[in-house]
């Protein structure tokens, strides 16, 4: 900060997240000669990337949401949900502050638009990031979950004495298998493990490819516990489920079926 005639009277510094510093990484503010000062001496507010600042809080008002650079992220959900484009609805700037800016707390990223008058996130390139980020990702998990059974019977049951836990086949899910009848999934030994899940025709049959197909978890949602763990369940929705929503609705289910391929290592006969 300067006076009218240009003489600085007080700095700021700040540490990755907008935190303002006194430039020996603790919390504070600096003087004209650079030393290190508890409060600004002119009470000043407007600090990082122009939020409004509040000593009592630490947090930063940015008009429609609170930041809090100690947690490096917004306090609040982002008003539009899932519809931004982010899998974390507290995410701030991208994750990304040194290249973006949010004044008001509602920034649109480029490959992440939301346009309030109908046309939506751009799907397309949010598919295309999530498949550029897997094709530098390790795949060796795909090689770690066991192979989906071609058959399961009328009514379907589970496979015994396979070396693998499996779930009970329940009834599929036609938003995420259109066609299928039932699907099952594989319970990993570890939790956030990766699993299988298989989808089966009505006759019992295993779907080996297309849309009706079950897809493997890099995150299985039951994480070696039957009933379900929640941690696991909210990674499996934000690394295998938020894809597919992705790619399905930009009409590029072949992209997401190419990092997450249906399995048929049992050679079973093509079906449909």
Request: a neutral charge; aromatic letters at 14%.
């Amino acid at each position: 900060m300067a006076d009218t005639t240009g003489t600085v009277q007080e700095r700021y510094a700040y540490d990755a997240y907008g935190r303002p510093t006194d430039g020996s990484g603790n919390p504070g503010f600096l003087t004209p000669s650079w030393g290190s000062r508890a409060t600004s001496a002119f009470a000043w507010i407007y600090l990082h990337q122009g939020g409004r600042y509040d000593t009592t809080s630490g947090l930063y008002n940015f008009r429609n949401r609170d930041y809090s650079p100690t947690l490096g992220r917004w306090m609040e959900q982002d008003p539009i949900g899932f519809s931004g484009g982010f899998a974390n609805l507290y995410i701030y700037a991208g994750n990304n502050a040194p290249r973006y800016t949010d004044p008001s707390g509602l920034l649109e990223i480029p490959g992440y638009r939301y346009d309030p008058f109908g046309s939506g996130p751009n799907y397309a390139q949010l598919c295309k990031n999530w498949a550029a980020s897997e094709e530098k990702a390790d795949k060796s998990w795909l090689n770690s979950i066991p192979s989906c059974p071609c058959d399961v019977g009328v009514p379907p049951k589970r496979p015994q004495g396979k070396g693998y836990l499996w779930l009970d086949p329940e009834p599929a899910d036609q938003k995420y298998h259109p066609g299928a009848s039932s699907c099952m999934r594989s319970i990993p030994g570890s939790l956030y493990g990766p699993g299988q899940q298989c989808c089966y025709d009505r006759g019992g049959k295993l779907i080996t490819h297309g849309a009706g197909a079950g897809t493997p978890d890099k995150t299985a949602p039951y994480g070696g516990w039957p009933n379900g763990n929640p941690l696991s369940i909210l990674l499996h929705y934000f690394e295998d489920v938020v894809p597919f929503i992705w790619c399905s609705k930009a009409d590029m289910l072949d992209v997401y079926l190419k990092y997450r391929p249906p399995d048929n290592s049992c050679e079973c006969k093509k079906n449909p």
